[in-house]
């Protein structure tokens, strides 16, 4: 199957040089490039793109704007490129919450080290999200704008094992409530990448700030943009949330963010539980800075089985073996169900092992981690 493209850019040069990458991909077609967030709306109604790839800053119309016109006339998913500063930052996190699924530095060096691999992951990157369709976010029928009689039906493809490149784990069904266990717990943590920003903030935003547990937060992001991110869940939420600094005490109801490019250790000091925050992986072998499986394994050093994690939608396996870890010591791993993953990755890799009990929508998890430990 090809995948329709619609690039959005003002720059001419970028455009060009975006379509050469995904034209040169044998799934992906770009069948039309738009010069502002104003263009951009019009020609998702006219072309029917599968997915948008979609700048920040433009004149005539944003991309933010144009994110938030889309999802409401003819939901498609959007994959944004963003700055690494600060306010490239924040407008990320806005388009997110407005309706994108994921995003990509704009500047191709600071994707990875060489074009060819840069070229790749952007690939990689609108493959998937092209593949998982609209069906993450729907706009609320009172804001939907009906489809022409014409338009052709929107698509929803289930995330499988085109995405995370195993068999589906549907072994593992969907439960939408937990029955209290009594198992005392002392520490949640929580794992994300694809589509996280936004799990993290649903599944936060509920929790009150009297919950009994520390928290710690890790999300596939770069450096520039925890920071940003860890505020943003603060305003948002009753927890007090902040980006991990070297020496932090972890204390109850607060969440801690893994900052980007770093490595975060839980150590313990007497009876005080403190965070590490390194360039060291340590013996682990990995992609990502900051990684789930590192933090992962130094809690389960530090707390043993008494810890509730839950693994979110995000691309690849990471986190898998952190969480066997903390399963040989006796604790509980959830995963986000298959349905409401923007990449069914991270969680299935989990759920298809055995190595997670659950797999809970999106909608249910914080719910169900206040039953079972707040």
């Not at 948002?236 to 204390?251: P, S, T, W, Y």
């Amino acid at each position: 199957m090809v995948f329709k493209v619609l690039v959005v850019d003002d720059s001419t040069f970028y455009r060009r040089r975006v379509r050469e990458i995904l034209d040169a991909d044998r799934e992906l077609e770009v069948v039309g490039e738009a010069r502002n967030g104003q263009d951009a709306v019009d020609m998702v109604q006219s072309l029917a793109p599968d997915v948008v790839t979609m700048d920040v800053e433009m004149p005539v119309m944003d991309g933010i704007t144009a994110v938030k016109a889309i999802m409401q006339q003819r939901p498609v998913p959007i994959l944004m490129f963003s700055s690494l500063t600060h306010h490239g930052a924040q407008a990320t996190l806005d388009a997110l919450e407005a309706g994108a699924l994921d995003f990509l530095p704009k500047k191709f060096e600071d994707i990875a080290q060489n074009r060819k691999e840069a070229a790749q992951m952007l690939c990689t990157k609108v493959r998937l999200i092209a593949r998982r369709g609209i069906g993450i976010r729907r706009p609320s029928l009172r804001d939907a704008k009906p489809l022409p009689p014409s338009a052709p039906k929107q698509k929803f493809f289930r995330s499988s094992g085109l995405l995370s490149g195993r068999n589906d784990a549907a072994s593992q069904p969907t439960v939408s409530s937990v029955t209290r266990s009594g198992k005392l717990y002392k520490c949640l943590t929580i794992g994300a990448s694809t589509g996280g920003p936004v799990a993290l903030q649903k599944v936060l935003t509920p929790l009150p700030a009297d919950f009994p547990l520390p928290i710690l937060l890790v999300q596939h992001m770069p450096g520039t943009f925890t920071h940003a991110f860890a505020e943003r869940l603060n305003g948002n939420c009753k927890l007090a949330v902040k980006e991990a600094e070297d020496g932090d005490i972890l204390r109850a109801g607060h969440a801690y963010l893994a900052p980007g490019g770093k490595q975060m250790v839980v150590e313990q000091q007497g009876s005080i539980k403190r965070l590490r925050i390194t360039d060291e992986t340590g013996q682990d072998k990995v992609s990502y800075k900051p990684s789930v499986d590192v933090t992962l394994r130094s809690v389960a050093s530090v707390y043993g089985g008494d810890v509730l994690s839950v693994i979110l939608t995000g691309m690849g396996a990471d986190g898998r073996e952190g969480c066997r870890s903390l399963k040989e010591k006796g604790a509980t791993i959830w995963a986000q169900d298959q349905a409401s993953c923007v990449v069914y990755g991270m969680p299935q890799a989990v759920a298809s092992a055995n190595i997670s009990v659950k797999s809970i929508s999106i909608d249910d998890i914080s719910n169900c981690i206040l039953t079972e430990a707040g």
